[in-house]
């Protein structure tokens, strides 16, 4: 199946430097207010993060991912294979493919703009306000893991069972150095691949490290990254150092995110200690957050040179952490107090502009009824 890792007042908790010491900002009585949650006109609201849509989850429609090619055009992803669009003024449910059911769970847009789709079904191309088949057959129980597309002729995708590239004419089978399970990049010769354990195990299992190759337009090469220190476990549970998401700024700037965890039980998982790698042109080094034993699932750019990473604590509500010239800052998200917590599950930056989108879902107690959440962020 692909992989499945969610705008009122700006809440910055604490300042983080780079040696990993924390610093409490200061808040103001404006920080734990809310604001308006059902409202899509955040022009005219405050700079910072805002609640601006809530929608219902019925019928396993939890909110995936989501995707920004521009101002007026972002998409999400769901669980129920319904998306919602946005199309400049609200978001609405999004057309399907023809002759499918589900719209694809992947979604990738070009630097160009373009939006690509990609499921156990097929391969897409969103191109004027209509999907477009491109020749993609998967085989039998053959499921999409991720993909770059770096330009309309040139798009990777790696599944279950294969490493695939898309030349403008045809797709072809690649010999891969590893399992693949993540992709960033900033060209057709500057493409990165992770391999390794992968998110909460699923990977490749005889791994416990992240493993980085290297595509410069011809061949792979494996590039040499810090070893992360695990934890030690009790009994013979298995504990990864797993990345959970990549994105590539330059060639020179490229940050993977994830946590140290370990299975304590058939489907759980504990997150012992963050992961961020950062590529700076020559070498990958680890890089301290101070965040503390959460887990980092998202990344995405800021649009101004820094990052933002989507953060998951244990039993808590997720929270965003910001890098920019050094520095990392924590900022909750504005929600009612009282409200149950919230899962954050993607987030993606609204290219040439400094707006983003998040998306999550409530976590309520009990028997509740979920909630999709979106998110959005302006600066002045």
Not at 12 to 19: K, L
Not at 62 to 71: H, L, P, Q, S
Not at 106 to 131: C, E, I, M, V
Not at 134 to 142: A, T
Request: charged share 20%; with cysteine.
């Amino acid at each position: 199946m692909s992989r499945l890792r969610g705008f009122a007042l700006l809440a910055v908790a604490a300042v983080i430097t780079g040696c990993g010491e924390v610093r409490t900002a200061d808040r103001s009585p404006a920080d734990t207010r809310a604001g308006s949650v059902t409202s899509v006109t955040a022009p005219v609201s405050p700079p910072g993060w805002h609640l601006v849509h809530r929608e219902p989850i019925e019928g396993g429609g939890e909110m995936i991912d989501v995707v920004a090619g521009g101002r007026h055009n972002a998409w999400i992803t769901t669980a129920n294979g319904r998306p919602l669009r946005r199309d400049g003024t609200a978001w609405r449910p999004g057309p399907l493919p023809p002759g499918q059911v589900v719209a694809p769970d992947l979604l990738r847009y070009t630097p160009g703009g373009d939006l690509w789709g990609f499921s156990s079904a097929g391969a897409w191309r969103w191109h004027r306000d209509r999907w477009t088949a491109h020749d993609y057959k998967p085989d039998r129980e053959e499921y999409v893991v991720d993909a770059a597309v770096l330009g309309t002729r040139d798009v990777w995708l790696t599944t279950t069972k294969a490493l695939r590239h898309w030349d403008g004419r045809r797709w072809r089978t690649v010999a891969a150095p590893a399992p693949v399970n993540l992709f960033a990049g900033t060209a057709g010769d500057d493409l990165w691949a992770v391999s390794g354990p992968g998110y909460h195990g699923s990977g490749d299992q005889r791994s416990t490290q992240p493993t980085m190759w290297h595509w410069n337009g011809k061949t792979w090469t494996r590039v040499p990254s810090p070893a992360v220190p695990l934890a030690e476990s009790a009994g013979n549970r298995r504990v990864v150092a797993e990345v959970n998401d990549v994105v590539a700024l330059a060639e020179d700037d490229v940050w993977a995110v994830g946590a140290v965890t370990e299975n304590v039980c058939c489907d759980e998982w504990k997150s012992h200690r963050a992961i961020v790698l950062h590529w700076d042109g020559k070498s990958w080094r680890l890089v301290e957050t101070g965040a503390g034993p959460v887990e980092l699932r998202k990344v995405a750019p800021d649009g101004s040179g820094g990052i933002w990473i989507t953060a998951q604590p244990a039993g808590r509500s997720a929270f965003l952490l910001h890098h920019a010239k050094g520095r990392w800052t924590r900022h909750g998200m504005p929600m009612r107090p009282g409200e149950p917590e919230i899962e954050l599950k993607g987030i993606a930056n609204v290219p040439g502009t400094k707006r983003m989108w998040a998306v999550a879902e409530t976590v309520p107690p009990g028997a509740g009824a979920y909630q999709g959440l979106i998110f959005g962020y302006r600066t002045p």
